[in-house]
């Protein structure tokens, strides 16, 4: 506060001084108006001349009234003139002389008046620069920004769906709540914890419901802040953090993206980046865990790349505890929608259970935009509470991308389109391994023409060979679907080629389920590590070896090609059937595939039942012609 007070004043004592200038500057320059003396005398005799300066020959004064737009005169004395003065003063004008030069001192001044005040800025504004009041032209000092305890307090009420990491970080609360309980045994709190998990799972979040719960002061910074375009800056600012963090200590450093600067040293080409940022980092060793001790500060530091963080960052001394902070069960997911849904007006129909079981798979960070999005929708329907059609439409959103109204599919595409997404859903509803269907579209939604949703019974944790086969025939049931029916293929199958291919290769390079490739870890990555200065990587596997690997990448997509095959030829009355509900309407869900197939879909939905219509008359025309073609097909073949 004083601070600022301070600055305030010297920004009023700045304006203060100009606008005094900027009066006398005015006042000196007055418009004046050249005399003759005998319009002066002229003047003078009828009473207007108030104020007469005699300064030589040179007569200065001021007029009781304007003569051509002034009051300001000035007058040339004749030669050998005697008695001026006293006759001036009989007619009652104020007579002075002057001999001094301080006018001319004064226009000097003036002159001289806006350097003066450039450099008493220049002054003040370096002082505030050294004093940290000011961050212009201070490379060096840290970014790191200071979030008081008192404000915007996060707790663990906060934070859901992570009770064992909370139990984990509880000892460091504790210590910087009550440090001396610890010292009085001899104990060390931990100095460094690093968060582990994917993005969006609530490591940044946990730091500061850490520091909210301890009562401390918070230092947040990224690791891509630490490094400037000049050499030595991430160094300094690392320096002057730690400076920081002590003069408020107990306290916490968070950093963020902490692979930004902690990256392997010596892995890449030499250069000024790489030596910049390996300077920083050894800055960030010293100070964790060098000769000076930082007690009562805690670094907490967050990742989804531990793996290319550097090996002396995370030994003992520096990141004691990894905690990983994976994304959360169906547990989790119903604490952290409850949380979210706090301040937002749900209708009584919204069961929180039924949402977390149709969101496998989502982090925090989605469950906090599903219900987002579901509000908005809400709010753009004019209603008056969130129901469950909201969190529906929010979901097929988040999970699918926006519907694209505008773009209209030719009946031509729509075929095809239509064709290729049942072929994905007649080939997931015959394997058991697959995930259940839960809908089909043919609506065009972000990059996707048409689209068929799955979701798992349960959170995954491993993938069978079984369940990665059956994956396999699912991406390929769309171009398989395609040949069979269409007689044709197109570009739409471009991303389930690609899919299924990176399946197949890890199946083989990966995961080990192989029995030609055996049980060996062939991942690619690792070669781009090796002989840098040569220019080129070495393969870690032979010519042959990489054959192989070709020919089982190739077996596996030929046997879920005749997978797919087999099962829509043999369901190509129910493919039909399908195909003619999604020409109508566009969008089918779980209940109406039930009642399309016959079959039984295992999955929870959100909405349990659509008011719509299952078929209308003029689709259940079609689906009867349709069998009937397929029944004279069939009896022509025999």
């Keep these: 506060m004083n601070e600022q007070l301070k600055s305030v004043l010297i920004i009023v004592l700045i304006f203060i001084v100009f606008f005094v200038a900027f009066g006398l500057i005015k006042k000196n320059f007055e418009k004046e108006v050249e005399l003759s003396f005998s319009k002066f005398s002229e003047l003078a005799d009828a009473g207007q ?83 940290g009041g000011n961050k212009a032209l201070t490379f060096g000092k840290s970014k790191a920004r200071m979030v008081s305890s008192d404000k915007n307090r996060v707790t663990f009420d906060d934070v859901a769906g992570m009770d064992e990491v909370e139990e984990e970080v509880t000892e460091i609360i504790e210590f910087l709540k009550n440090p001396k309980k610890f010292e009085a045994l001899g104990g060390k709190i931990p100095k460094g914890v690093l968060l582990m998990g994917p993005p969006g799972t609530g490591k940044t979040l946990l730091a500061k419901a850490i520091a909210g719960e301890a009562g401390v002061p918070f230092f947040s910074i990224s690791g891509s802040e630490f490094v400037e375009l000049f050499v030595g800056v991430g160094a300094s600012r690392v320096r002057d953090m730690f400076e920081q963090a002590k003069k408020n200590s107990p306290c916490i450093i968070f950093i963020d993206e902490i692979d930004a600067v902690g990256r ?164 997931a509803l015959n394997l058991d391994e697959a995930d259940p269907v839960h809908k089909i579209s043919i609506v065009p939604r972000g990059m996707a023409l048409g689209v068929t949703q799955q979701l798992p019974l349960d959170d995954k944790y491993n993938y069978s060979k079984g369940y990665l086969e059956a994956e396999l025939a699912v991406l390929l049931g ?61 393969s870690i596997y032979s010519e042959k070896t990489a054959e192989e690997i070709d020919n089982e990448i190739k077996r596996l997509i030929q046997n879920a090609y005749d997978t797919a095959k087999k099962i829509l030829t043999e369901n190509s009355d129910i493919m039909e059937k399908i195909v003619a509900a999604l020409k109508e309407k566009e969008v089918l869900d779980k209940e109406e595939l039930e009642e399309i197939t016959g079959k039984k879909i295992k999955g929870v939905t959100f909405v349990e039942k659509r008011k719509d219509e299952p078929l209308s008359q003029e689709s259940g025309k079609v689906v009867d012609e349709i069998s009937n073609q397929k029944k004279e097909t069939d009896e022509k073949t025999r």
């Design 264 to 427: 392997h040293r010596g892995v890449g080409i030499s250069g000024g980046g790489h030596e910049e940022r390996e300077q920083t980092l050894n800055q960030l060793l010293v100070e964790m865990d060098g000769f000076e001790s930082n007690q009562g500060v805690i670094i907490i530091a967050a990742t989804n790349r531990p793996d290319v963080l550097d090996p002396a960052l995370l030994r003992p001394g520096r990141f004691d505890r990894r905690i990983v902070i994976p994304r959360p069960d169906l547990r989790g997911r119903e604490e952290i929608l409850k949380v979210h849904l706090r301040n937002i007006k749900v209708s009584p129909d919204v069961d929180t259970v039924l949402i977390a079981r149709g969101t496998p798979g989502f982090s925090g960070a989605d469950l906090a935009n599903l219900a987002n999005e579901a509000a908005l929708r809400a709010a753009r329907l004019n209603k008056s509470q969130v129901d469950i059609e909201d969190f529906d439409y929010a979901k097929d959103k988040v999970l699918l991308g926006m519907e694209r109204k505008s773009m209209i599919l030719s009946e031509d595409d729509k075929k095809v389109v239509a064709y290729h997404e049942a072929g994905h859903a007649v080939v």
């Design 49 to 131: 001349v108030k104020t007469a300066v005699i300064k030589g020959t040179t007569v200065k004064g001021e007029l009781k009234t304007p003569y051509e737009g002034a009051k300001k005169y000035t007058l040339t004395l004749p030669p050998d003139l005697q008695n001026f003065s006293t006759e001036l003063v009989k007619k009652g004008v104020n007579v002075e002389a002057s001999e001094s030069s301080s006018g001319q001192y004064f226009i000097i001044f003036l002159y001289l008046l806006p350097v003066i005040l450039m450099v008493v800025f220049w002054f003040v504004f370096l002082r505030q620069m050294q004093s």
């Design 478 to 538: 769309g171009r398989t679907a395609e040949e069979l029916f269409l007689k044709n293929i197109t570009t739409g199958a471009g991303n389930d080629l690609e899919r299924a291919t990176e399946i197949a290769r890890n199946m083989v390079t990966v995961w080990g389920m192989s029995e030609k490739v055996g049980l060996l870890s062939l991942k690619t990555e690792k070669a781009a590590f090796a002989n840098i200065w040569e220019g080129t990587t070495k």
